[in-house]
C-alpha cells in the first residue's frame, strides 16, 4: 500500500535497481592522502610524518608536546641568578644590583639626602610632637619641669630619647634598605673590605657562623634570635650615641635653664620641645647614614660568589 508511504519515502529496492554495476559491494573509499592527511602545518618537510602510509607517526604527532629547553620554556631563575638580600639571618629572593667599587651619585643620594637629611626631618618634628605633648599635657603643668629632678627631667628624657631613636631606627632601616636591596633600588656598596682581623667586627657584621645560620634561619623559633640579635646591635649603637650626644645636650640645657638651687628649671615651652627637637634632628642626620651603610657593605661583601646572605644571630 503504497499510498500511506511519506512522499520523501524511496523504497531500497528502487535504488539497486537503479544501479547499472552488477556488483553489489560498496564504492571503494577515496584515496587517504585527500581525506585523511592533516594540515600540512603540522610536521611540515619531509619526513616520516608526510608518508600516507606512516600511521603510527601521525598517532604520536597527536601526544602532547615534550618540555622545550628554547629559552622561552626555561624555568624560572633560581636563587644564585637573582641573588639574595642581606638581612641578617633571612634569606630573600632579589633581583640584587651587582656591587659598586665607588660611591655614586645614586648611593650618596640615597645615604645622605634621602636618608640622612630625611632622617633629620622626620625624627626632630616626631620628638618635637612628643615633647609637646609631654610638657603641656595637664600633669605635667602641675609639675615643675627640671633638669635633673623627677618626674619631668629633661636629662633623663635625652637619654631616653638616644635609646628609642637607635632601637626603632634600626629596625626601621632593616627593613627599608633590604627592600631596596632586594628591589633594585640601590647597589650594594662593594669597594670597603669587610673586617678579617677583628672577631667582634665579624660578629657584629654577620660575618661569623653563616653556614649554621642557613641550617635554622628559616625555622620559627629562630625569628626570636634574629630580633634579639638585631636588638642587641642597636644597643650597642645607642650607647656610643649616648656617650657622643648626651653630654653635649645636658650641657646646652644649664645653658638655657634656670639655675634654682643644685638644678636647672625650665618653663613648659618651648626649651624642652626644641631641645627634644635638636636632638632627635641630630641622631636622625648622623645615625641614620651609618645604619644604611651597613646593610649596602653587608650585601656587598655577600653579593659576589654567594647565593644566601646570612649571618649570625
Not at 633560581?78 to 639574595?84: F, I, M, N, Y
Not at 632586594?182 to 677583628?198: E, M, N
Amino acid at each position: 500500500m503504497k499510498w500511506i508511504q511519506p512522499p520523501f519515502f524511496k523504497p531500497a529496492p528502487a535504488v539497486e535497481k537503479a544501479d547499472p554495476d552488477p556488483d553489489p559491494s560498496p564504492p571503494p573509499p577515496p584515496p587517504l592522502p585527500t581525506i585523511a592527511e592533516p594540515p600540512t602545518v603540522i610536521g611540515a618537510g619531509t619526513g616520516p610524518r608526510n608518508n600516507p602510509d606512516s600511521e603510527s607517526d601521525d598517532a604520536r604527532s597527536l601526544s602532547p608536546p615534550r618540555p622545550s629547553s628554547s629559552p622561552l620554556h626555561r624555568p624560572a631563575d633560581t636563587d644564585a641568578e637573582l641573588g639574595v638580600a642581606a638581612t641578617g639571618g633571612i634569606a630573600v629572593s632579589t633581583r640584587l644590583l651587582q656591587p659598586t667599587t665607588k660611591f655614586t651619585a645614586h648611593q650618596i643620594f640615597y645615604i645622605f639626602i634621602l636618608d640622612g637629611l630625611g632622617a633629620m626631618v622626620v625624627s626632630g618634628g616626631i620628638n618635637f610632637g612628643i615633647a609637646y605633648a609631654m610638657y603641656t599635657s595637664p600633669t605635667s603643668l602641675s609639675q615643675p619641669i627640671t633638669l635633673w629632678a623627677f618626674p619631668s627631667t629633661l636629662a633623663g628624657d635625652a637619654a631616653v630619647t638616644i635609646i628609642l631613636q637607635c632601637l626603632v631606627t634600626w629596625f626601621i632601616e632593616l627593613f627599608l634598605v633590604n627592600r631596596d636591596l632586594a628591589s633594585g633600588g640601590v647597589a650594594p656598596v662593594g669597594f670597603i673590605p669587610q673586617p678579617t682581623t677583628s672577631s667582634w667586627a665579624r660578629w657584629f657584621f654577620f660575618l661569623d657562623s653563616r653556614q649554621s645560620q642557613k641550617e635554622h634561619a628559616r625555622k620559627p623559633g629562630q625569628w626570636v634570635g634574629f630580633i634579639l640579635s638585631q636588638a642587641t646591635r642597636a644597643m650597642i649603637l645607642a650607647f656610643v650615641s649616648f656617650c657622643l650626644f648626651w653630654g653635649p645636650t645636658v650641657g646646652l640645657l644649664m645653658l638655657a635653664g634656670e639655675k634654682r638651687g643644685n638644678d636647672w628649671v625650665y618653663g613648659h615651652t618651648w626649651v624642652p620641645q626644641l631641645c627634644k627637637m635638636i636632638l632627635g634632628g641630630v641622631l636622625g642626620l648622623l645615625g641614620t647614614p651609618g645604619m644604611v651603610l651597613f646593610w649596602l657593605c653587608r650585601a656587598g661583601w655577600e653579593g659576589v660568589g654567594d647565593e644566601g646572605v646570612e649571618g649570625e644571630k
